[in-house]
Structure formats: structure tokens, C-alpha cells
């Protein structure tokens, strides 16, 4: 049986989530890549073992991760009853729904009848009474959003959520959803979008500082931009890459000339701060204080150590704002 690092909270950083009483640690584990059927779980086993043990209380779902779609969860809530059950009131457990799940008309989306059914599945998988947070995935164009909402909020008074979510949405809906969760009482806290030095997309679309603006945390997904933000690409694409053996996430024709330069350019900032170039790339992120947790993916645990290296120093001088901005923008 595992027994949890005694000094797993002595150098971890954790930061309140928007202005509720949850606090995340600055680096979380997310399980969209290495916990599926494919994956090897044992290595599994140790990817959580290593987060726990130095800090990460986080570990963050989605009903569609795998492959096959399901299969994340079913592994961690295997990893739970065998190992991790004893400090379930330690950790945080985040799910999603709201890409496509199940054959038919009910199994995509933000319905009602989607969401509260893909709930209940998601907690069977994972063997839980209660998620602590329960997110919508993407914006649902065609349903409204009062309903969205609503079964957001019947989660919570379901007994199946402590706290709701919203992922992937821009800040004028997020301005929207919040009046609405707010009337109904429910304890809305996080954002969850993909946010690095090399897509800035929440900074363009209101997000960022809308999310700021109504004190609402944001956990930032593909920090390191797939990989490319760290130094497997300095001198260009390994024939082992992701690129080359998978392909469904980073694409090789995204690594042109022109990113390979900044990637190499990045990395001389990088290391003038005593960084690597993921550590600064994490550092960016939580710079400002509006962030409030990275969410990193990992296949080795040792890079999940060095990844958290990068809370070591996440101040930056106007100076080395400015180079990088150069460098990407």
C-alpha cells in the first residue's frame, strides 16, 4: 500500500482560487495524455505517486479522456481505490463534459440531460461519491445558457460537485455565465484554457481579464505549447518526437523554421534566468498573479519534479517581458 511523502507540503505553493476559499497548487496534474487504455499503468501509478508526494493535490479529468474515451478515469479511480483512497479528503478531483461522449443526440454538448448523465458516469467510472469540481467543457452555441448553467448548479446541490466550472469559453460568455450561476447560488471558482507564451488567445479574447475583473480563478491547459516550449526541439524534430509517432496534438508542420528560431531564442532568456525552457515557460504563465495553477501533463515522473522547479522564480523584469513578447508576438 502507498503511504504519502510526510514533507509533501513543505515547498509546494498554493494560491486561492479567484476570491472563494479553494486553494489549487500552482502546478497540477492533468490526465488528458498517459492514462488511457494505451498507457502503461504502473507508470500511471507512479506519475500520481510523484505528484502527491511533492504537493500536487490536483488532478484534473475529462469524460473523453483515453483512449478509449473513459478510460483516464476508470485507470485514476482504480489508482484511488488501491492506492489513493485514504487521502481522498486531500485531494481535489476535477472532471469535464461537453465534447462528444456516447452515440445519439444526448451525448455532446451542454444539455441538461448531457451533462448530469455524463456526472453520474464519470463518478461510477472513478468509484466517487462527489467530484470537487465539475467543469463544462466548451461553449455550447445552440443550447442556452441558462440551462448549461443550471445543471451545472444541480450538481452542486446534487451532492456530485463542491465547485463548477467553465473551460474553453472567451469573457463575454464567461461574464454571462457568471450572472447567471450567481443568481442560482452556485459556487462557481475556475476557468480552465489553453494559455502559453505561444498562443495568447485568452489575453485577445477577454478571458484573462474578465476573469480577473470578477475574481474567478484560471488553471491554464497546454503551458508548454505540446512540447514545443521546452528543449526537445532546439535542434529541431527527434526522430522519437510526438510529432513523428503520434501526430494527433503537434503537427510537424508547426514547427517551421521561424518557431524552431523563437523556440531557440526563448531558450537564451530561459537560461539566463537559470531555467530551463519549460521552467520559464510555467513561470510566464503565473507571472502576473491571475493565473492560478499550470496544468501539466507528464509521461516520466521526473518530469513532473522538474516542472515544479518553475515555482522556484516567476517574477520577470519589464526587460525579459518585453524580449519574449519580441521574440512571439
Known amino acids: 500500500m502507498y503511504t504519502a511523502s510526510s514533507s509533501r507540503y513543505e515547498s509546494m505553493t498554493y494560491n486561492r482560487c479567484g476570491n472563494s476559499g479553494l486553494l489549487l497548487p500552482g502546478v497540477s496534474l492533468g490526465l488528458w495524455h498517459n492514462f488511457g487504455d494505451t498507457a502503461n499503468f504502473e507508470n500511471m501509478k507512479q506519475l500520481c505517486f510523484t505528484a502527491f508526494d511533492n504537493g500536487i493535490t490536483h488532478f484534473d479529468l475529462a469524460n473523453n479522456y483515453g483512449p478509449e474515451p473513459g478510460s483516464a478515469e476508470k ?12 487521502y481522498r479528503d486531500e485531494l481535489i478531483i476535477s ?57 451545472l448548479a444541480t450538481a452542486v446541490s446534487s451532492g456530485k460537485a ?31 484554457n489553453r494559455y502559453s507564451i505561444f498562443d495568447r488567445t485568452i489575453e485577445n479574447n477577454g478571458l484573462k481579464e474578465t476573469a480577473a475583473k470578477l475574481k474567478k480563478g484560471i488553471i491554464a491547459f497546454s503551458p508548454l505549447a505540446q512540447g514545443m516550449l521546452t528543449d526537445r526541439y532546439l535542434n ?53 498573479g491571475i493565473v492560478t495553477s499550470v496544468l501539466i501533463g507528464a509521461s516520466k515522473p521526473a518530469q ?26
Open 236 to 288: 529541431g524534430i527527434p526522430a522519437d518526437s510526438r510529432v513523428k509517432t503520434d501526430g494527433r496534438f503537434l503537427k510537424e508542420n508547426a514547427l517551421t523554421e521561424e518557431r524552431l528560431n523563437q523556440i531557440r531564442a526563448l531558450n537564451g532568456i530561459a537560461s539566463e534566468r537559470g531555467q530551463t525552457l519549460a521552467e520559464m515557460a510555467l513561470s510566464w504563465i503565473l507571472r502576473d
Open 162 to 192: 463542491l465547485y463548477v466550472g467553465l473551460s474553453n469559453y472567451n469573457g463575454e460568455t464567461l461574464e454571462k455565465a457568471t450572472a447567471i450561476l450567481s443568481e442560482l447560488h452556485c459556487p462557481f471558482v475556475i476557468n480552465q
Open 95 to 151: 472532471t469535464k463534459a461537453g465534447y462528444t461522449m456516447w452515440d445519439g443526440p444526448y451525448g455532446d454538448w451542454g444539455s441538461r440531460k448531457y451533462l448530469l448523465a455524463s456526472l453520474d458516469q464519470s463518478l461510477s467510472r472513478m468509484g466517487l461519491d462527489y467530484v470537487d469540481i465539475y467543469y463544462h467543457h466548451r461553449m455550447d452555441p445552440n443550447t442556452p445558457l441558462e440551462e448549461t448553467m443550471g445543471a
Open 304 to 329: 513532473i519534479l522538474d516542472n515544479i522547479k518553475a515555482l522556484e522564480n516567476t517574477k520577470f523584469s519589464e526587460d525579459e517581458l518585453k524580449r519574449i513578447d519580441e521574440v512571439t508576438l
Open 75 to 86: 485507470n485514476f479511480g482504480r489508482i484511488l481505490k488501491e492506492n489513493l483512497h485514504p
